[in-house]
C-alpha cells in the first residue's frame, strides 16, 4: 500500500504524466505483489509483503536512467547495448594531476 500511495502522489504523477497505474484486488491467499512493466516490454515482479516501496521505487528510477541512455544512443545511431573492446578496458585512465603536473612542468 506504501508503494501505491507513492505513486499517487502528486509530485510523483507530475514528474512522469505517461506513468499507468493498475490495481488488481487479489481475493486467494497468493501474497500482494507489485509488477512494474517498462516501456520496453520487461516487466519486474516483486513480493509486496517483503520488499521496501524504497527498493522499487530506486529499481525503478535506475531501470529508467538506463532506458533513457540506450534510447539516447539509439537516436544517435550507435548500437545498444554498447560494447567496449577489452584492450580499452584496460587502458589506463587519464588522470588530471598527472596531466597537470605535465603542463607545470613546461
Not at 80 to 87: A, G, L, Q, S
Amino acid at each position: 500500500m506504501e508503494f501505491l500511495a507513492q505513486c499517487n502522489a502528486r509530485k510523483a504523477k507530475e514528474s512522469n504524466p505517461a506513468c499507468q497505474l493498475i490495481v488488481k484486488r487479489r481475493t486467494d491467499d497468493h501474497p500482494p505483489q507489485i509488477a512494474v512493466a517498462f516501456v520496453n516490454g520487461v516487466e519486474e515482479v516483486f513480493d509486496g509483503t517483503s520488499t521496501p516501496s524504497q527498493t522499487i521505487r530506486n529499481m525503478i528510477l535506475e531501470k529508467g536512467q538506463l532506458l533513457e541512455t540506450e534510447q539516447m544512443f539509439r537516436e544517435a545511431g550507435e548500437t545498444w547495448p554498447v560494447i567496449i573492446p577489452d584492450e580499452e578496458l584496460n587502458q589506463p585512465a587519464p588522470s588530471i594531476k598527472s596531466r597537470k603536473k605535465a603542463e607545470d612542468k613546461q
